[in-house]
């Protein structure tokens, strides 16, 4: 077995010694899941929470067959750009446990042809039902045991269509892999590429191994002046936070067991442009964030609706996710 590892600078701080690095073992590129690993083994604990489902609603006047070639082209673009879509995760590689990335690079492009085939769902409704309500359905669809070409699949992409007319997107995947902030300039991005086309014959396969992202320490521009200082103590202070015994107050369940796995439930209230500014400007004099007015919020809604405190109430705390 030949192994040989990515060389990377570690001279400029230890943190950068210990960060994850892909190394390349028999021809694929392997990496321990970092950053990332409490999301991937929350899914796994809780066969298949926390995967994600984004979409959006498209207009176009073009044919569903033009539509449906430009949107694989895209996807074939995106393994180049972005190839950890085209990735799986495997135990046993650095740990029995934690898993990692494993990312076996492309040769031809009719190979990522194959793929992006096989990633595009086509799913054929009645635009009665709306692209949330399919998301919904896509949702309670876990991506376990789902399989490309032999590989562990943790990416989709569905396209909607009624009467044989493009009528959403919707992406599906891993959150150790997608996340909300990111969801926004990648639909962007594919939007782009199928309105104005995108070169994929030119493109070098083989070589989209140096897009894999880096470790989070060097992608976030290294470590920071003054980590010794302050980041390790900080550090502790959040290891101390979900390492703390006592039990995070909640809502009561409304019911014992899962009656339906994967639905997403929407709540909104609109507050008006005079209660909102009073709230900024009372929260900004105050010296708090909009983020923290939330938080408070949220613990104080969670209290309100379950006002049975086990214990001493003095010291009933709110973990936000438990509680959630």
């Known amino acids: 077995m030949s192994v040989s590892a990515v060389a990377v600078d570690t001279s ?16 694929e590129y392997v990496r321990l899941v970092a950053a990332e690993s409490v999301l991937d083994q929350v899914s796994q604990l809780l066969d298949g929470h926390d995967e994600l489902t984004f979409g959006i609603s498209i207009n176009t006047v073009g044919s569903f067959n033009i539509f449906k070639e430009r949107l694989l082209r895209a996807l074939v673009h995106l393994r180049y750009s972005a190839p950890l ?11 029995p446990q934690l898993r990692s990335w494993v990312y076996t690079p492309a040769s031809r492009l009719e190979q990522v042809r194959s793929w992006a085939e096989r990633t595009l769902k086509i799913a054929n409704v009645h635009w ?14 876990a991506l376990k045991n789902s399989q490309v070409e032999g590989l562990d699949q943790h990416f989709y992409c569905h396209l909607v269509v009624s009467n044989s007319t493009p009528r959403a997107i919707v992406l599906h995947g891993s959150h150790a892999l997608l996340d909300a902030a990111s969801s926004l300039p990648l639909f962007k ?6 309105s104005q086309g995108c070169d994929v014959e030119s493109l070098k396969w083989g070589e989209e191994v140096k897009n894999l992202p880096l470790g989070y320490v060097t992608a976030l521009g290294g470590p920071l002046p003054g980590w010794d200082t302050l980041g390790v103590p900080l550090m502790a202070q959040c290891g101390a936070v979900f390492a703390e015994p006592t039990l995070t107050h909640s809502l009561k369940p409304a019911r014992q067991e899962i009656t339906v796995k994967g639905r997403s439930v929407r709540a909104s209230r ?6 909102t500014m009073k709230l900024l400007t009372v929260a900004k004099k105050l010296g708090f964030s909009m983020t923290q ?9 969670t209290y309100y609706y379950n006002p049975d405190i086990s214990g001493d109430a003095s010291k009933a705390l709110i973990k936000m996710f438990p509680a959630m």
């Open 12 to 27: 400029v701080h230890p943190l950068l010694a210990e960060e994850p690095g892909w190394e390349i073992k028999n021809g």
């Open 85 to 95: 879509v085209a990735a799986s995760l495997q135990s046993g590689r650095h740990d």
């Open 128 to 141: 009665e039902k709306t692209v949330d309500s399919y998301m919904q359905h896509v949702a309670s669809s």
């Open 189 to 194: 991005t594919i939007l782009k590429w199928i």
């Open 270 to 275: 609109k507050l008006s442009k005079e209660t």
């Open 293 to 301: 007015l939330f938080d408070a919020a949220f613990a104080l809604a």
